[in-house]
């Protein structure tokens, strides 16, 4: 079984910054691809940002930053000149080969940012 574990997050005045991270931990052989996905109130869940061996996708260009620790099988995601806009739950997300050979996806259980004065 494969885990995602997301740590960060909180509340924080429009124009802030905030950090996600999310940590993959079990029986990973290789990770094909990890990214952020968020839901705001109300609305579907849609792509923040993703990782895989083509590079990084960026929805959410110039303010948020995503990069991965393979070392430490961690994802990150900077948030920077947060809108109230940016509120929802953010999900971890990773495409996983595991150590008995198959490939599935996997979630976190999602942590909450709210930007709110």
């Known amino acids: 079984q494969v885990q995602l574990v997301e740590s960060g997050g909180g509340s924080v005045q429009p124009g802030g910054s905030l950090r996600v991270s999310c940590r993959a931990s079990g029986s990973i052989s290789n990770i094909l691809a990890m990214g952020w996905y968020r839901q705001g109130p109300g609305k579907q869940r849609e792509l923040v940002a993703g990782v895989t061996a083509d590079g990084i996708v960026d929805s959410v260009k110039g303010r948020f930053d995503a990069t991965t620790d393979n070392s430490k099988n961690m994802m990150y995601l900077q948030m920077n000149s947060l809108e109230p806009g940016d509120t929802g739950v953010y999900y971890c997300?990773?495409?996983?080969?595991?150590?008995?050979?198959?490939?599935?996806?996997?979630w976190g259980q999602g942590i909450q940012v709210t930007v709110s004065a």
């Open positions: 997300y990773a495409r996983v080969t595991t150590t008995r050979g198959t490939t599935s996806d996997y």
